[in-house]
Structures are given as structure tokens and as C-alpha cells.
């Protein structure tokens, strides 16, 4: 709500409310929603989700409330009510009940069943047909004020049809079926609402001020404030712990239920469950920037951008509707018009093709089942930016993992720590590139500040000036007056070193680092990092899936060899030394050589290469906004077995969607061959067209519940015990420098 204020916060305060519109049962309503809303003074923007039936409105606040959007909906029989931040899909709640209407309708019906009996039962069904029509035609009488054409004035033209053919159960069923069909359609839909409503109520409304223990409202708490989380409660905002120490589970965002331990410094995020202990925490987001309200508002934000499935569906209904009712109009009246015989059967036929008109459960085919989707994988701590990012992870055909932080934890540790020559003492070393490193954000920096305190050297960040990244190669910076560059082999080339030293044997298994001052080589130090649990088993799945994983690196061949040997050789290629660039370059011919390339990275300069790639993956909920917003795809936890997962989930959203379009399509087709066959049956058409849509709803639910999960087994990858082994034992070498 926050974002989108920001940049029109001249034209007053812009808003983005959001309504439940119960209302909404076709997709042939949101050009109703749409005519509605859009012409209203203050109105900027409305975006109507069917499957979830809630409409999103950016209006001014100042111009239009959000009383005056409901009382508009209500107007034209929508149902409408607004959902409050947080306190969502209660409304949905009373509708274990279909509405009084459909019961009469219902009952009487049963009644005029037994009309062998005593004929005059018959009228029982015209009663029943009549207590069933009022939403409907106060619906339909919206719609048609509206000039929009809409499901309800072609059930209300079915009904009258039925009556004029004297075929009064007909008439009855007729409304009976629609009506009970949407009341279940919306109790399905329910379900999704929750899922959605739950993903975007996670963070608790207030959060109470540490030092006053005063209650003030979430959002209005700014950043930097200092608030308090007691045991058992839900923490309100991203932040950091300032004191205190708990246990915090973080499986609203990453989908991973185990307790994760905080104490001072460490981040802790709204919507995560302080589990024991009181922390104290400061702010740094304010309620509408945390993870979780991003988190939020991108998949909502998916609903938007259709797949290319979805689009050609929607271009076809657009001609589909009209072309339908046209037909029927011409069925209806060339055989009076030529006197044909039979009138009665023509006239069947085209109420038949009328009803056949509404083109709801094709329409509902995708939107439903990518909906269930994306909800599901948020579940699972995986956010999906789109409708359109689902379609291409279902054919990705190329994996290409970056390695640090990756494929690896990126959690360094220093190995050894050498001066080479003369210049600098051991010390003085350490200070300058635990100083200089303190500037960097990369994973091999804050393993190099942290080796400083352990020789009691102190680094100071501000004594560091002209601080300078060279992406793939290290970093620059002037410390006591000197220019000392720290990196990888290329940086020495830029140093103008021209001792390049031999690397000893035992070394070829770490990522060896460089320190340069005065174009001579002053130090070098090792650092080593292991694979995380689960790489193993992520790409062998993947590898199940028929789809070939690579390593693309920036670190050197050493440390890639290294990393694949722990994994058991199982990545098809290694790609090391790579500058950002090149990464790009391999993303692209990976592309064309092997097919589409699915990038996973963590984001920081694997930006390019995540943009290149026909899906992008980003890890982590530490993630920075940048990269989480210009990859396809955010992991919000670390664990790269969840895109394994992930593409089996858009695989079977894929064949839903499939089934979906092909029950759709046919049940129509068999109706209408029926029809033109000698069996116009009206009721029939009215069910087939109100239970596909429910089927199709049932069916794209059944993407929201678990298939085999929850038995995520915790194996740590084999290797890294022996890797554990060598770290210890390579300690007792010392490093051997041949230089002059
Ligand atoms: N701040 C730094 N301090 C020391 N060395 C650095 C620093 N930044 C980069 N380097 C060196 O440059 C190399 C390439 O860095 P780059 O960030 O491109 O790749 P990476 O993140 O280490 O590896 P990957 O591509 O697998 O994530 C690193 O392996 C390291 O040797
Ligand atoms: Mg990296
Ligand atoms: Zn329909």
C-alpha cells in the first residue's frame, strides 16, 4: 500500500483497498466490476481476481472511501464488503448456508416432483423457479444497466424460454442448478480466499513499544523504533534484536518449520513466531515494506501478468460469447420466418446455444489452477511473480547454479592467513584487509572481518577511503596512506603484480585470496566453504526431472573442481572464473544450445545473468528488494531442494490446466452436437455449463493440498563430513610461498 502511495502523494492520499465480492462468480462479471468502478471520481486503478473473488481498488482516499466502493457493488448486487488489512475472510465464513432463495427453490422443486401424482404439483415447480430468481434478476437488471452482457441475463433467458415452452421443471431445475452450483462455487473459492487472506494477515495489527510498553498500530510504527516480542507472539515488523534471545519459527516465509535461534543482532521477520523468550528489536521497514506484506502483494501482483495460455483463452471467449448468441438468435428466428415445422425444437436448440454462450469454466481453466499454484509455493516459502513465469518453469530444460551461496552455504572460513615478504607485519596485515573488507557485502568479506577479533586486531571501515569493487576480480581500498587491493588472481594483473605465485597442492581445494599494496604481492590467505544439505539431492531430482544442472562461478577452477567433487560429480559442466559478463554469455548459450535456462544466484552481481535466464531464482529473504524484484522467482529460504519441487508443482499445474481446457471444451461441444443431434436439453446445457465451472474450481483446488510432503528428509549431504575432516587436518600444513 505504501509503494504505490508514495509517487501520487500530490493528487492526496492514494489507497489500495481491498474487497471481498462474493458476487463474482464468472469471469463474465469482471467487465461488470470494471464499468462499476473505473468512471467513479478518485478511482486510479481496478484489478479483479476471480478465483479469490476479492477486487483490488487504488482510489483517493480523500475523494472516494471505501464505504462509497462498497455501497457501488452493492448497488448492482455484488456482495461486496471491505476486507481490512489483516482481519481477512471472515465473510466467507457465513456462507456454510446456500441463501434462503436457493433452499425454497430447492424444496419446492422436490414437491413439484411428484406432479404424476396430482398435476397441480406442476405449479410448484414455476413457485420454485420464481423463489430462486430474484438475485438473479437483480443481477441481470445490474448487468444490463451496465450494457454489459452477462451469465445471469442468459440463465434469465434460458428460465423465461422454458416457461414460454410450458416446460415449467424445466424452468425450475433451471434456476435450481444455477444457483446452488454458485453458492458451492464460492464455498470452493473459499478455501483459495483464506490461503491468499492468511498470506497477507501473517503480521499482527499492533506491536508494543519496548520502553513504554505502549500498544500503537503496525503501521504506523516507524523505522528505528525499539518494540517488544514476547514469547508465543508473532513479531510485527522485519527488524533486529537489539536484546534478548529466543527460538523463532520462520515457516510462514520459508516454508520450514524448524526453530531458528536469535539473540542480538541477528534478523528476525514480521510474520515469524517468537516461539520462547522476550526479545527487544528495532525496526528497519516499516509495516508495508516488511518481507512478508512484499511477499503479499507480488503474488497478488501475479494474478496480473497472464500467461500466454491464458491470454489466447480470453482473446477467444471475447468472440466466442457473441458468435454463440448469434447463432442462437439466428436459430431461434429463421425458422419463423420460413415457417418451418417444429417450431418447438428450433426453439429448444437455440436456448440450448444460449446458455452454451457463457464461456465460464474455459475462462476459469487457468486463472484458477495458476492461483492454486502460486499459493501453494508460497506456502512453501517460494514466491512465483507470475502466471506467465509458471509456464516457462514447467519446460526449463537447463539449471545453472551459481556456486557461492548457492550451491554453497557462502559462509567462509579462514583457512590461513600468510604476509609474503617483508613489508607489513602479520597484524598489520589482517587490520588492512579486515578494514578494507568491511566495505564489501560479498561472503568471503565478512568471513575476513570476522578472522580480525580472533588475533585481536580490530578493523575500522572509516579509516578506509576511495573504496572500490571490481565485480569477479576483489576490491580496493587506501588505508594509512597505501592502496592495497585484496582479491582473486585478476586482481593482482590490475595491482600491476607481477609475482603471481605457485599454489601448493593442498591448496587447489579452497578459494585462495591475494593482497596487493605498491604492485607487490604483501599476502595471501585461504578460505574455504562447504556445499549445503541438500544440493545433492536437488540436483539429482532435478537431473529426474530430465534437466541438466551446471555451475557457473566467479571463484576460481580450484574451488568449482572442489565444490563438484563434493557433490559427487553430478553437475554436467563447471563453468569457473567467470566475470558477470560471462555469465550472461554462458546463460545465453545455454539457451540456445540446450533450451530454456532456469538461473538460480543470490542476486548480488548475479543480476545480469538472473535477467538473462528464462526463469531467475534469487535466494534467500535476506535477499535486497533489487533482487528479489528483478528475479522471476525468490526462495525465500535457502534450500535449494524447493526448485526441484517447484517445477514438479508447475508440472502438474501444467497437465490441471490441460484437463481443465479439454473437460471444458468438450462437454460444451458434446451439449451443442447433442442439441443439433435431436436432444436440445436445456437443463442439461445449464448443468454442464454451472458443473464444469465447479468441477474445474474442485479440480485446480486439488493443487493446494500436499502430495508426499512433509517428509523433506534431513540428510546431510554425505561429503560434508569428510570435508570437515580435511579442514582439520590442513590447518597443520603450512603454506609455502615460492616467491622471489
Ligand atoms: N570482497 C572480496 N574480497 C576478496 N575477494 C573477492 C571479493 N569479491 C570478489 N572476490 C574474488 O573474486 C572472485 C569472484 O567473485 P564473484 O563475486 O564474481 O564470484 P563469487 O560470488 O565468489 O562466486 P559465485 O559466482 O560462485 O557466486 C571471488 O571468488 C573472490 O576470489
Ligand atoms: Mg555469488
Ligand atoms: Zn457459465
Known amino acids: 500500500m505504501g509503494d504505490s502511495a508514495a509517487p501520487a502523494?500530490?493528487?492526496?492520499?492514494?489507497?489500495?483497498?481491498?474487497?471481498?465480492?462474493?458476487g463474482i462468480c464468472c469471469p463474465s462479471e469482471v467487465p461488470l466490476v470494471e464499468k462499476l468502478l473505473e468512471p467513479l471520481a478518485g478511482v486510479h486503478k481496478v484489478t479483479v481476481v476471480v478465483p479469490s473473488r476479492t477486487v483490488i481498488v487504488l482510489h483517493d482516499a480523500a475523494a472516494i472511501s471505501t464505504a462509497q466502493i462498497v455501497r457501488k457493488l452493492n448497488g448492482a448486487r455484488l456482495e461486496a464488503s471491505v476486507r481490512a488489512y489483516g482481519g481477512a475472510g471472515q465473510s466467507k465464513v457465513s456462507n456454510k448456508w446456500p441463501s434462503p432463495y436457493v433452499l425454497v427453490c430447492g424444496v419446492l422443486l422436490v414437491v413439484s416432483l411428484f406432479e404424476h401424482f396430482w398435476r397441480p404439483l406442476k405449479w410448484f415447480a414455476v413457485a420454485g423457479a420464481a423463489a430462486g430468481l430474484p438475485p438473479i434478476v437483480l443481477r441481470s437488471v445490474a448487468a444490463l444497466r451496465r450494457r454489459t452482457m452477462d451469465v445471469n441475463i442468459l440463465m434469465l433467458i434460458a428460465v423465461a424460454g422454458a416457461i414460454a415452452l410450458k416446460d415449467y421443471s424445466e424452468a425450475g431445475f433451471i434456476v435450481f442448478l444455477f444457483t446452488i452450483a454458485e453458492?458451492?462455487?464460492?464455498?470452493?473459492?473459499?478455501?483459495?480466499?483464506?490461503?491468499?487472506?492468511?498470506?497477507?494477515?501473517?503480521?499482527?495489527?499492533?506491536?508494543?513499544l519496548a520502553e513504554t510498553g505502549q500498544v500503537v498500530a503496525t503501521q504506523d510504527a516507524k523505522i528505528n523504533t525499539v518494540?517488544?516480542?514476547?514469547?508465543?507472539?508473532?513479531?510485527?515488523?522485519?527488524?533486529?534484536?537489539?536484546?534478548?534471545?529466543?527460538?523463532?519459527?520462520?515457516?510462514?516465509?520459508?516454508?520450514?518449520?524448524?526453530?531458528?535461534?536469535?539473540?542480538?543482532?541477528?534478523?528476525?521477520?514480521?510474520?515469524?513466531?517468537?516461539?520462547?523468550?522476550?526479545?527487544?528489536?528495532?525496526?528497519?521497514?516499516m509495516a508495508d515494506n516488511s518481507a512478508v506484506a512484499k511477499m503479499a502483494r507480488l503474488v497478488e501482483e501475479a494474478q496480473n501478468s497472464r500467461s500466454s495460455t491464458q491470454r489466447l483463452i480470453d482473446t477467444c471467449a471475447k468472440y466466442y460469447t457473441p458468435t454463440v448468441i448469434f447463432m442462437s438468435a439466428a436459430v431461434a428466428v429463421i425458422p419463423v420466418c420460413v415457417r418451418a415445422r417444429n417450431l418447438r425444437h428450433w426453439f429448444e436448440l437455440a436456448l440450448v446455444l444460449l446458455v452454451s454462450a457463457c464461456p465460464c469454466a474455459l475462462v476459469l481453466s487457468t486463472p484458477v489452477a495458476t492461483f492454486c499454484a502460486l499459493l501453494r509455493a508460497a506456502r512453501t516459502g517460494l514466491l512465483i511473480k507470475g502466471g506467465d513465469v509458471l509456464e516457462s518453469l514447467a519446460s526449463i530444460k537447463v539449471a545453472a547454479f551459481d556456486k557461492t551461496g548457492t550451491i554453497t552455504r557462502g559462509e567462509f572460513s579462514v583457512e590461513e592467513f600468510q604476509t609474503v615478504g617483508e613489508r607489513v607485519s602479520k597484524q598489520q596485515l589482517i587490520y588492512w584487509v579486515s578494514s578494507i573488507e568491511s566495505r564489501s557485502s560479498h561472503p568471503m568479506a565478512s568471513a575476513l572481518v570476522g578472522y580480525a577479533p580472533s588475533n585481536s586486531v580490530e578493523p575500522k571501515s572509516e579509516n578506509v577511503a576511495e573504496f572500490q569493487i571490481y565485480p569477479g576480480e576483489g576490491i580496493y581500498g587506501e588505508i594509512d596512506g597505501e592502496g592495497v587491493y585484496v582479491g582473486n588472481k585478476r586482481i593482482l594483473a590490475r595491482a600491476s603484480c607481477q609475482t603471481v605465485p605457485d599454489i601448493v597442492e593442498h591448496m587447489k581445494r579452497v578459494t585462495i585470496g591475494y593482497v596487493a599494496c605498491n604492485k607487490e604481492l604483501i599476502g595471501v590467505f585461504s578460505l574455504s566453504d562447504s556445499c549445503r544439505t541438500g544440493s545433492t539431492e536437488a540436483i539429482k531430482e532435478l537431473r529426474s526431472l530430465g534437466i541438466k544442472s551446471v555451475m557457473l562461478t566467479g571463484d576460481s577452477t580450484a574451488a568449482a573442481t572442489h565444490a563438484q567433487n563434493q557433490l559427487g560429480n553430478i553437475l554436467a559442466e563447471v563453468h569457473a572464473e567467470l566475470l558477470p559478463e560471462d555469465k550472461v554469455r554462458i546463460v545465453d548459450e545455454l539457451k540456445a544450445r540446450d533450451g530454456p535456462t532456469l538461473m538460480i544466484g543470490d542476486g548480488m552481481n548475479d543480476a545480469p545473468a538472473l535477467a538473462k535466464a528464462d526463469v531467475g531464482v534469487s535466494m534467500g529473504v535476506s535477499g535486497s528488494a533489487v533482487a528479489m524484484e528483478t528475479s522471476h522467482i525468490t526462495l525465500m529460504s535457502n534450500d535449494i531442494r524447493r526448485i526441484p519441487k517447484a517445477i514438479k508443482l508447475v508440472r502438474r499445474t501444467h497437465r490441471t490446466i490441460v484437463v481443465n481446457i479439454v473437460f471444458s471444451v468438450t462437454t460444451k461441444l458434446a451439449?451443442?452436437?447433442?442439441?443439433?443431434?435431436?436432444?436440445?436439453?436445456?437443463?442439461?446445457?445449464?448443468?454442464?455449463?454451472?458443473?464444469?465451472?465447479?468441477?474445474?474450481?474442485?479440480?485446480?483446488?486439488?493443487?493446494?493440498?500436499?502430495?508426499?510432503?512433509?517428509?523433506?528428509?534431513?540428510?546431510?549431504?554425505?561429503?560434508?563430513h569428510s570435508k570437515k575432516h580435511e579442514h582439520s587436518t590442513s590447518h597443520h600444513h603450512l603454506l609455502q610461498w615460492s616467491s622471489a
Not at 492514494?14 to 474487497?19: A, N, P, T, V
Not at 464455498?187 to 492468511?198: F, N, Q, V
Not at 520450514?256 to 542480538?264: I, L, M
Not at 452436437?673 to 474442485?698: E, K, N, Q, Y
Open 9 to 22: 502523494a500530490a493528487a492526496g492520499r492514494l489507497e489500495k483497498s481491498y474487497f471481498d465480492v462474493l
Open 183 to 208: 453458492w458451492l462455487e464460492t464455498r470452493a473459492c473459499g478455501k483459495a480466499t483464506a490461503g491468499m487472506s492468511s498470506l497477507m494477515s501473517m503480521a499482527p495489527q499492533n506491536a508494543i
Open 227 to 285: 518494540i517488544a516480542v514476547k514469547a508465543g507472539e508473532v513479531v510485527p515488523i522485519d527488524g533486529v534484536v537489539v536484546d534478548g534471545r529466543s527460538e523463532v519459527n520462520e515457516s510462514t516465509l520459508t516454508g520450514e518449520s524448524f526453530p531458528v535461534s536469535k539473540q542480538a543482532d541477528s534478523q528476525v521477520w514480521a510474520g515469524t513466531l517468537n516461539i520462547d523468550g522476550y526479545i527487544a528489536m528495532r525496526t528497519t521497514a
Open 671 to 720: 451439449i451443442v452436437a447433442l442439441a443439433f443431434a435431436g436432444h436440445p436439453l436445456i437443463w442439461a446445457a445449464v448443468l454442464a455449463d454451472v458443473g464444469t465451472c465447479l468441477l474445474v474450481i474442485m479440480y485446480s483446488m486439488l493443487l493446494l493440498r500436499e502430495k508426499g510432503s512433509g517428509k523433506v528428509a534431513k540428510k546431510c549431504c554425505a561429503s560434508s
